[in-house]
């Protein structure tokens, strides 16, 4: 766990089954997700590259920067920009989640 002036981040395995569908095309589907937890945001469920279709994604020139996690690229599909993103390099703090693939729509199959 970090904690950077109230701000806490962590991550860490999920013990749920985890897919991502967009327009009825499942793009992921994991039972080895880490969740990451941090101050005022949703949990995220970032799933390794071996358990996301990354032939249906196509990367976006998109980046950003969270002082926190580093600086994610992002992937889209057909009729949604920007749906998918990574950190490739994140900070030390988050280390775990390195190239795993986070969607906007991820829904918990069972736990």
């Avoid at 991502?20 to 969740?35: F, I, N, Y």
Wanted: charged share 20%; proline share 10%.
């Amino acid at each position: 766990m970090a904690s950077i002036t109230g701000h806490t981040i962590t991550v860490g395995p999920a013990p749920v089954h985890v897919r991502a569908v967009h327009d009825g095309r499942v793009l992921a589907e994991s039972h080895r997700p880490l969740v990451l937890r941090e101050t005022g945001c949703p949990d995220r469920y970032y799933l390794p590259p071996g358990d996301v279709r990354t032939d249906l994604l196509t990367p976006s020139d998109t980046r950003t920067h969270c002082p926190f996690k580093g600086d994610a690229s992002y992937w889209s599909v057909p009729g949604a920009e920007n749906l998918v993103w990574a950190y490739p390099e994140p900070e030390e703090q988050v280390a775990a989640i390195r190239d795993h693939f986070c969607f906007y729509a991820t829904e918990v199959v069972s736990g």
